[in-house]
């Protein structure tokens, strides 16, 4: 070696050993062996732990969960309604469950059941990081897991919780067979419809014992876990359905893979669609059909199904005893004592649902859900199914003084705006053809929308909500109450003649918003529920101003003119205020009356339904009449009502602010001599454009518009005109307040 690379060799060491001496003393600490050193010491700790663990934690006697005692429910007073349990469960062998059955829980839960330990340790570390976090339940259990949990334990989200979870799921898989786990776990699981265990749920979905259930049944069981209340095919929305299909697919799946079910016997399975829920024995009458509403309240805010479920909860509901007698009397001796189905077919159609808030709470005091839960299992006060009609027409005024609309020639809207009432009439300023008839096709002329509210005039009100805008009726409509989701709540002319979905809970809500002077109720059925020393958060049924307490004060000075136009005599006589509207909905389907006092808010709604079907038939011939209308039966129910309901309170006045409605005397329909035309006529084309304030198209409007381009209003027909009425069946509502048939 040559001097120069000799010396380049001493530098290059004497750098070395620079760099040496400047990571010294730390890199003595944290070299790969020391590193190593620290992971092997922190195992080695956390094995002690858990081996310290292992030997304190001992496999606890069955928990009272297992045992589920009974809930309670109340009446407002806080005298006891109902008790409902103990649990839904008859636990039976494995042996007579069948064993593709058995396979398709483990499938669904645990593909490798039959070979782990009992435990998923990654699962669980998952769990326990998420609880710590907060981040509330996380999957990942074993059947043994979800076994344990379900019969030793509870359903608290905690970390002690997992743990001792972890401990009892690895002694009971030593100590246990795995038939006698998974017999535990189908029998101790939740399914939903109140069944606890597999022979429960087989009765519940399939109206059979365990041993006859198809393994798609089970596969279905199987799945329902996962969701109870959200899988229920009966209950679930389009997506729980599209979910709880996917989830009976992965299960099959699931088994084809693991060799517990041919490919080819796997390819001809469909889905097996549960029958329809039956009542729990012992619910019948009108407790079930609260006990039932009063869940899916608790559900929605939040209270845990399962836990719930279990029992040991005192659910104290809004309902008045005095006042759920008065109702039930009112719809017996106004309608079901004259009811006769071996005389007349038709009478066996008839149901009723009512619903009764007091608007200042927002809670549900009296419903009326049919003839008992054990005889119509459908609840008629919160189905949303049938059409509102013309109780509907209310809120399109409100969403008319709300926006500040004006009509066709600038005029602002009010009580006293004239439109022009003749029936057929095209509908001005509408992307599609609209042209309803009014009831039995009469025409009105120029008329007030007063005159209009009182007599349910069809044509002033599409020509309103077309002036208004279709898209602020609907946001008004729902931010009053009304359910978007209830089904035909498309944005089309016809939506003025009330063609969606509601139910007499939402209409109920609507009407109690209005009442409430524009702040919202949301109809409650529970005031309270508690379990031991917790006590459920409940939302405030009134929250939030909906819309002005101007425009709704307005349009209950207007519906106090639909009952105060020479009817509702009863309700008068006693000086009590009094604002309502009634609506026929298409072909007679349903009838309703909707109507409050300051003090109470009722709607009752009438359906033909066919006994045994379901499908929606009409009501015509009702109890030996004629074309069943709003002021008809339903009205009657809902003045004998609340007439009982409000028996020795003082006799009330609306608190109103407003300028316009009933109290003020619209201007004269003008006369023969200054139209061209006849009030009950249609438009002319010598007619003039400033006859009243929202007159209807000339000649040379309407030719763009022909009215024959009008179909029926009805949602099942989905158009937007409708057809010619037939007098004795009409698309159109019935006329305001108590009329009689010889007022209409």
């Not at 699981?189 to 749920?201: D, E, F, P, T």
């Not at 009952?563 to 909905?585: H, I, L, P």
């Not at 389907?589 to 499908?615: C, H, I, N, R």
Request: with cysteine.
């Amino acid at each position: 070696m040559g001097r120069a690379e000799e010396r380049r060799a001493r530098q290059k060491s004497a750098r070395r050993a620079k760099r040496a001496a400047k990571a010294g003393g730390i890199r003595r600490f944290f070299t790969w062996k020391w590193l190593l050193g620290y992971l092997l010491g922190l195992c080695a700790l956390f094995i002690g732990g858990f081996f310290i663990l292992y030997l304190l934690v001992e496999v606890p006697p069955a928990n009272a969960a297992a045992k589920a005692e009974a809930n309670v429910y109340k009446y407002s007073d806080g005298t006891i309604m109902a008790k409902e349990g103990k649990v839904n469960r008859e636990s039976v062998p494995l042996s007579k469950i069948p064993k593709e059955v058995q396979h398709t829980f483990v499938a669904a839960e645990n593909k490798d059941f039959y070979s782990d330990s009992g435990v998923s340790f990654t699962g669980t570390a998952r769990g326990l990081i998420n609880t710590a976090l907060g981040r509330g339940k996380q999957g990942g259990s074993t059947i043994t897991q979800q076994y344990v949990k379900n019969y030793y334990l509870n359903q608290e989200q905690t970390v002690s919780r997992k743990l001792k979870e972890l401990v009892i799921s690895l002694k009971v898989d030593q100590q246990k067979s795995k038939d006698y786990i998974l017999q535990g776990y189908v029998n101790t699981s939740y399914y939903g419809r109140g069944a606890y265990g597999i022979q429960a749920a087989a009765r519940a979905y399939y109206n059979k014992d365990v041993e006859d259930l198809s393994v798609e049944q089970g596969a279905y069981l199987a799945s329902v876990l996962q969701a109870p209340s959200q899988y229920d095919w009966s209950a679930a929305g389009p997506n729980g359905k599209r979910l709880v299909k996917a989830r009976w697919n992965y299960v099959l799946n699931n088994m084809v893979e693991k060799g517990w079910l041919p490919k080819g016997e796997r390819e001809g399975l469909k889905f097996p669609i549960p029958i329809e829920p039956r009542p729990i024995p012992g619910l019948d009458g009108q407790t079930g059909y609260f006990i039932k509403a009063a869940k899916k309240e608790l559900y929605k805010a939040g209270v845990n199904e399962n836990e719930f479920e279990a029992g040991g909860w005192t659910v104290t509901l809004n309902i008045d005893k005095k006042k759920q007698k008065a109702l039930e009397t009112a719809v017996r001796s106004q309608l079901t004592d004259k009811l006769d189905p071996k005389k007349r077919k038709v009478d066996g159609n008839a149901q009723v649902g009512a619903v009764s808030v007091n608007p200042k709470s927002g809670g549900i005091v009296a419903m009326y859900g049919g003839a008992g839960a054990t005889k119509h299992y459908i609840n008629n006060a919160t189905r949303s199914d049938y059409q509102p009609a013309s109780t509907f027409k209310p809120l399109i005024l409100a969403a008319g003084l709300e926006n500040g609309s004006t009509a066709q020639d600038s005029t602002p809207i009010t009580a006293s705006t004239i439109y022009d009432g003749t029936s057929r009439r095209p509908v001005k300023g509408s992307d599609t053809a609209f042209a309803p008839p009014n009831e039995d096709n009469k025409s009105y002329g120029p008329i007030s929308v007063q005159k209009a509210m009182n007599n349910s005039v069809n044509s002033v009100f599409a020509q309103m909500a077309v002036d208004v805008g279709l898209d602020k009726v609907k946001n008004t409509a729902i931010d009053l109450g009304m359910n978007e989701d209830a089904g035909g709540f498309d944005v089309r002319p016809a939506m003025s003649l009330g063609v969606m979905g509601a139910s007499p809970r939402d209409m109920a809500g609507v009407y109690s918003t209005l009442d409430n002077h524009g702040k919202k109720v949301t109809p409650a059925i529970v005031k309270s529920a508690e379990k031991g020393d917790e006590r459920s958060q409940l939302p405030d049924p009134t929250n939030g101003q909906a819309i002005s307490r101007g425009a709704a004060d307005s349009v209950t000075s207007v519906l106090t003119g639909v009952v105060d136009d020479g009817t509702g005599q009863a309700v008068r006589q006693q000086g009590q205020a009094v604002a309502g509207k009634t609506g026929t909905s298409d072909d007679n389907k349903s009838a309703w009356f909707s109507g409050y006092t300051p003090d109470l808010v009722t709607s009752v709604g009438m359906f033909g339904e066919q006994k045994g079907v379901g499908k929606q038939v009409s009501l015509k011939g009702t109890a030996g009449g004629g074309r069943v209308n709003g002021g008809d039966y339903p009205a009657k129910i809902w003045a004998a009502y609340t007439q009982a309901a409000l028996n020795g309170q003082k006799a009330s006045k609306f608190d109103l602010d407003t300028d316009m409605g009933a109290a003020v005397k619209p201007p004269p329909s003008p006369s023969s001599s200054d139209t061209s035309e006849s009030p009950s006529s249609s438009p002319s084309a010598t007619e003039s454009t400033s006859e009243s304030p929202s007159s209807s198209p000339s000649s040379s409007e309407s030719t763009s518009e022909s009215p024959s381009a009008s179909s029926s209003a009805s949602p099942p027909d989905g158009g937007d005109t409708p057809s010619p009425p037939d007098p004795s069946s009409s698309a159109s509502d019935d006329g305001g307040g108590f009329l009689r048939r010889d007022q209409e």
